[in-house]
């Protein structure tokens, strides 16, 4: 974990620790399982393998950016939004991010990039109409303990094996059915129908794999990312207020934009939803509930503390 004046959090490193590691393990037994069924592709599929967790760390940053419509500002653009990134960056001894702002209505926020050099902390121009200072400083503070825990980088190459196994399933199927069209009285091609289904069978299994595992680092993430900005900032009523106000607004964004963003929703500091309980497996986000409990604890003990 990056040296920082955020909280350290054992249970954050030994998550990451040890979803890197399964994620890895079920990533090469992904490539080494089709490389086997596939001899004749195995340098092919090794190398875009490779290619995809490569290109997937190295960048992060832009990717996440234009997926939002995202742009990077200057101070002289945004001097009160990068003041209070360097107030927080001093105060956390930590460097200054890149500061970025996306273009629409939904309230929100996220953090992405492949070390705390080459970060960018972004909010969205809905988020800066909905919060005032001290709201909009927490949910800073909490973007930034993401870059400082290197969180960030661990969930977007997790996102890697998912991707990979995603298109291998896609291309299973569509390599299934054309045999099934176009392949019988050929003694199914010499077996290639079995290949694709297990094939399409292993990436599956790696899909759900990499969706649960780095949907449970995600959720524990979150939390930690809420403590920490309500340590830094001693403001933990702040940041429950903004998650509130985040939540609510989502009601009145449209249904359309909402789906446009969701592929977003692991990073962003509330899941861009609207309606729908998060108190399952499947979701990238604890419980507004639980992470307003968690705010009052904080709040409760900095109380008793002063």
């Not at 200054?96 to 972004?122: E, H, L, Q, Y």
Request: net charge positive.
């Amino acid at each position: 974990m990056a040296r920082s004046r955020f909280i350290q959090d054992r249970g954050l490193t030994a998550r990451m620790t040890l979803t890197m590691f399964l994620l890895g393990a079920v990533f090469v037994a992904l490539i080494v399982s089709l490389m086997f069924l596939f001899r004749g592709f195995a340098p092919i599929i090794g190398l875009v393998g490779i290619g995809i967790a490569f290109y997937q760390w190295w960048s992060s940053d832009k990717v996440a950016m234009r997926a939002m419509r995202a742009r990077e500002v200057s101070p002289a653009e945004a001097p009160e939004l990068h003041g209070m990134i360097d107030r927080l960056c001093a105060l956390a001894d930590m460097p200054k991010p890149r500061v970025g702002v996306a273009d629409m209505d939904i309230p929100n926020a996220f953090a992405t990039g492949r070390s705390p050099d080459r970060a960018v902390v972004c909010v969205t121009t809905g988020i800066l109409r909905t919060l005032d200072a001290e709201e909009l400083e927490g949910v800073l503070a909490h973007e930034l303990s993401h870059v400082a825990h290197r969180d960030v980088l661990v969930m977007t190459v997790a996102s890697s094996a998912g991707i990979v196994a995603g298109m291998i399933t896609q291309s299973a199927q569509y390599g299934g059915l054309s045999l099934l069209s176009g392949g019988r009285g050929r003694n199914n091609n010499n077996g290639a129908l079995p290949a694709y289904l297990i094939a399409l069978l292993i990436s599956l299994v790696v899909y759900a794999i990499s969706f649960f595992l780095t949907r449970l680092l995600s959720r524990y993430r979150e939390l930690c990312a809420d403590r920490a900005g309500a340590y830094l900032t001693m403001k933990p009523q702040a940041l429950a207020s903004a998650l509130q106000k985040i939540t609510g607004e989502m009601a009145s964004i449209p249904q359309r934009d909402l789906r446009a963003s969701s592929a977003m929703n692991a990073f962003f500091i509330a899941p861009a939803i609207s309606g729908a309980s998060l108190k399952t497996l499947s979701s990238t986000h604890p419980s507004l509930e639980q992470r307003l409990e968690q705010l009052a604890r904080i709040q409760a003990e900095l109380g008793r503390a002063s």
